[in-house]
């Protein structure tokens, strides 16, 4: 398709191995397909940005993968569950796109017309709601809070984060034992579980392994991204496996009583008569 090109955009993109020019191109296709006002321009000395009235996205090509930064305020549906990092990010999420991967046209389509559409309308802050807990994460604080064991919890979590302060991973989260097995990233839910559970529950569609951002993944971590999973469920799951973890292997089991080996006796000798 035909659209003024940023030559600047241009540079950047051909200063990179063939496949990640490729996913850049792609990319930059289809914002502009999204909608035909959309323009190019340079910030952060170098970083190609693609603008409609405010920030639509951004490209940076890292070592192994594409990221594409989404300027959202994080309230854009992701149906597809195309979001790879960033999740609690205010301002922006990431889709990584990874050397040998294809960008998922539909999924990207359809989040650059509703970031432009909420551009339009006065911006993400404008329409982004109240900071009031989502109402799926207060259901299922409400669901940990009869739990005798959970409730303790949930009222750490809550007094946490009344406490104002910087932006650090696990402060929007719940902990046991001071171990954090489960964060809210906007209105997602993250849970931590053992690797072959979250590598099965990625494959049953449940979710995807976490990125916290720079398209690094968390193994032991699973972005719960389809609506059918219960978040009690995996919530208490992940505060076993979590709380279990926290206890040593010897601190659970009773001690073994130590049997004593019988003594060797030495033979007698025999008497001659």
């Known amino acids: 398709m035909k659209y003024v090109k940023d030559p600047r955009v241009d540079v950047y993109i051909r200063a990179f191995p063939e496949w990640a020019q490729a996913i850049c ?38 070592k192994d993968h594409v990221n594409v930064f989404l300027y959202d305020g994080g309230i854009v549906p992701d149906p597809r569950g195309i979001i790879t990092g960033g999740h609690g990010n205010k301002t922006a999420r990431t889709v990584a796109i990874r050397e040998g991967e294809e960008p998922d046209a539909a999924g990207l389509t359809a989040m650059f017309r509703q970031i432009i559409a909420n551009n339009r309308a006065g911006g993400w802050r404008k ?25 303790p919890i949930v009222r750490d979590f809550e007094a946490r984060t009344r406490v104002a302060g910087g932006r650090t991973f696990g402060k929007n989260g719940l902990k046991i034992d001071g171990k954090l097995f489960a964060l809210f990233t906007q209105s997602t839910l993250v849970v931590k579980l053992p690797k072959e559970r979250v590598a099965a529950l990625i ?71």
């Open 25 to 62: 191109q792609q990319v930059r296709d289809l914002v502009h397909a999204a909608d035909p006002e959309v323009q190019e321009t340079i910030k952060r000395t170098r970083q190609p940005y693609f603008v409609l009235a405010g920030n639509v996205c951004a490209l940076l090509v890292a």
């Open 127 to 151: 329409r982004k709601p109240a900071s009031a807990p989502q109402t799926k994460v207060a259901g299922l604080l409400d669901a940990l809070r009869t739990d005798p064991e959970l409730a």
């Open 203 to 273: 494959a049953r569609g449940t979710g995807q392994a976490f990125d916290p951002g720079h398209g690094r993944l968390m193994k032991e971590w699973l972005t719960v991204t389809s609506a059918k999973a219960s978040w009690v469920v995996l919530a208490k799951e992940a505060s076993e496996f979590v709380g279990g973890a926290s206890i040593s292997p010897t601190a659970s089991r009773p001690a073994a009583r130590s049997v004593r080996a019988p003594r060797a006796t030495p033979r007698s000798r025999r008497r001659r008569s």
